[in-house]
């Protein structure tokens, strides 16, 4: 069956660059969150998007955007990196967008040097 | 204090053993119940969800769920080395005006099973 694709796997970046991060949900998904998780750390919830438009928002930083597309994908926006968020990045999708089931992507992870 | 609460471990079991792992969460109002496990540097991966009051089996998994007491556990039956990793208990937030339900996850259990 197919899942949730995330790219890039792997982003090695400068402190004060840019980065974005892909993230395709399984089809008919119309949900999409992002989490991030640090090392030893519990994935926390950044952001998420039902049917294109925001839904909630988490503990995500002002310097990060994000959106979703009418494909259904979506993309975090991260701009003037900070050492503090090398993490694992997670995407995970759902359908119906209310407290259903969220299947999670591989992650990006995303250092910052 | 943190919505989701687990043991952090880490928890060790012989193969062959039975693994319970323990959550509790502090929203009366949640209504579904997710237990993942994740391989270090691996995303979670979904072992069960349950919604209802009670028991439900999955092969070698059982969630259980007491909403009065605001409790949810895992048990794994004949425990296998393949086991060993971190099992996050997740528990969706209620709809609150203007947001969606969202997981919150407790920071996990890390499982070892001994051969």
């Known amino acids: 069956a197919a899942g949730v694709i995330q790219s890039p796997r792997h982003l090695i970046k400068e402190k004060r660059e840019t980065a974005t991060l892909k993230c395709y949900p399984i089809p008919r998904h119309d949900t999409v969150y992002w989490y991030q998780q640090g090392p030893g750390q519990d994935p926390q919830f950044l952001i998420s998007?039902?049917?294109?438009?925001?839904?909630d928002k988490g503990s995500i930083p002002d310097r990060f955007s994000a959106q979703q597309f009418s494909d259904y994908h979506s993309e975090l926006n991260m701009s003037s990196l900070e050492l503090g968020d090398s993490a694992l990045y997670f995407c995970?999708?759902?359908?119906?967008?209310?407290?259903?089931?969220?299947?999670f992507g591989p992650g990006t992870r995303l250092t910052v040097l | 204090q943190k919505e989701v609460e687990q043991n952090s471990g880490p928890l060790s079991v012989p193969e062959g053993a039975i693994a319970s792992l323990n959550c509790t969460y502090s929203?009366?109002?949640?209504?579904?119940f997710f237990w993942y496990r994740q391989y270090s540097g691996k995303s979670p991966e979904l072992i069960m969800f349950?919604?209802?009051?009670g028991d439900k089996e999955d092969g070698r998994f059982t969630a259980q769920l007491n909403k009065a007491s605001q409790y949810v556990s895992l048990l794994i039956r004949d425990s296998q080395p393949s086991d060993s990793a971190t099992y996050l208990c997740a528990v969706n937030t209620p709809l609150t005006e203007g947001g969606s339900e969202k997981l919150v996850f407790g920071k996990g259990t890390k499982l070892t099973v001994n051969p």
């Open positions: 929203d009366r109002g949640s209504q579904s």
């Open positions: 349950i919604y209802s009051n």
């Open positions: 995970a999708s759902s359908y119906g967008g209310l407290g259903d089931t969220q299947y």
């Open positions: 998007f039902y049917e294109k438009m925001q839904s």
